[in-house]
């Protein structure tokens, strides 16, 4: 890719990065200021702050243009974009803060469409898995890793699938913001782990059958970076949805012998 290319990359995520964090942090001073006796937890803006910044630096800057010739450096970014940039997000509870600052009216518009069947669909864990695991095997498998890197429009949408497909698997198995299409504990469960085989069976098939023009040995390192790096943060969401559950085990003991 050219010059060009990357400054036109830079600019069309890097400018949205920087208007999403201070949109964040100026909702969190409206709804601050609103009087209300909990104020927005700061530990929420910085990791809302935190997951932008690993999301921009796999796309803005140096890891972006190293990942064009090195495919270390591209999983490198696969992780910060589709992986650890949304697990940061979904914890910042950024509905919730909008649900905050917005007015009722605003509000209850929002609340229909987070309950509408049209989010439901994309927030069903077996649908947010097969777009986030299924889209990197069509990625990785196919020629479709080549064409990204001649074209900078493939590039920037794949790019921004990779993102958004990694956010709604998040918050289809860890419920941070109000969740109106919810599942079971159970079944959310299994789905992760099905989607966990997924993620780490396609890591090893990269290491055996690299994609075409990239090196064997990047191949390797960058597969085995995929498979214990996306380890590392599944073990984080693995963390979290097993405390909400047990945390719910204990609500629900709580509640009945209060009974």
Request: avoid cysteine; aromatic fraction near 12%.
């Given at each position: 890719m050219?010059?060009?290319?990357?400054?036109?990359t830079d600019l069309f995520f890097g400018i949205p990065a920087l208007l999403a964090i201070g949109v964040y942090i100026g909702a969190v001073i409206i709804?601050?200021?609103?009087?209300?006796?909990?104020?927005?937890?700061?530990l929420r803006t910085?990791?809302?702050i935190s997951g932008v910044l690993f999301a921009a630096a796999a796309v803005v800057g140096p890891l972006s243009r190293q990942s064009h010739a090195d495919f270390t450096a591209h999983m490198a970014g696969h992780l910060l974009l589709g992986m650890l940039a949304p697990l940061l997000i979904a914890l910042a509870a950024p509905m919730t803060l909008v649900m905050?600052?917005?007015n009722v009216h605003l509000g209850r518009?929002?609340?229909?469409?987070?309950?509408?069947?049209?989010?439901?669909f994309f927030t069903h864990p077996i649908v947010a898995s097969i777009l986030n695991i299924g889209g990197l095997w069509l990625l990785y498998?196919?020629?479709?890793y080549s064409a990204m890197h001649a074209n900078i429009w493939l590039h920037i949408i794949i790019h921004i699938h990779v993102f958004l497909a990694g956010y709604l698997f998040t918050i289809s198995l860890i419920y941070i913001d109000p969740v109106f299409h919810r599942f079971s504990f159970t079944y959310r469960t299994v789905v992760f782990i099905v989607a966990l085989a997924g993620h780490g069976i396609l890591s090893k098939f990269i290491y055996a059958y690299p994609p075409a023009?990239?090196?064997?040995?990047?191949?390797?390192?960058?597969a085995m970076l995929m498979y214990y790096g996306g380890d590392a943060v599944?073990?984080?969401?693995?963390?979290?949805?097993?405390?909400?559950?047990?945390?719910?085990?204990?609500?629900?003991?709580?509640?009945?012998?209060?009974?």
């Open positions: 050219h010059d060009t290319h990357f400054l036109l709804t601050n200021r609103r009087g209300r006796l909990r104020k927005w937890p700061w910085v990791s809302f905050r600052t917005l518009k929002l609340s229909r469409l987070l309950q509408s069947s049209f989010a439901g498998t196919t020629g479709l023009g990239v090196p064997t040995e990047q191949a390797r390192v960058g599944d073990l984080l969401l693995i963390f979290i949805l097993f405390k909400h559950w047990y945390q719910s085990v204990r609500l629900r003991k709580y509640t009945s012998v209060e009974v």
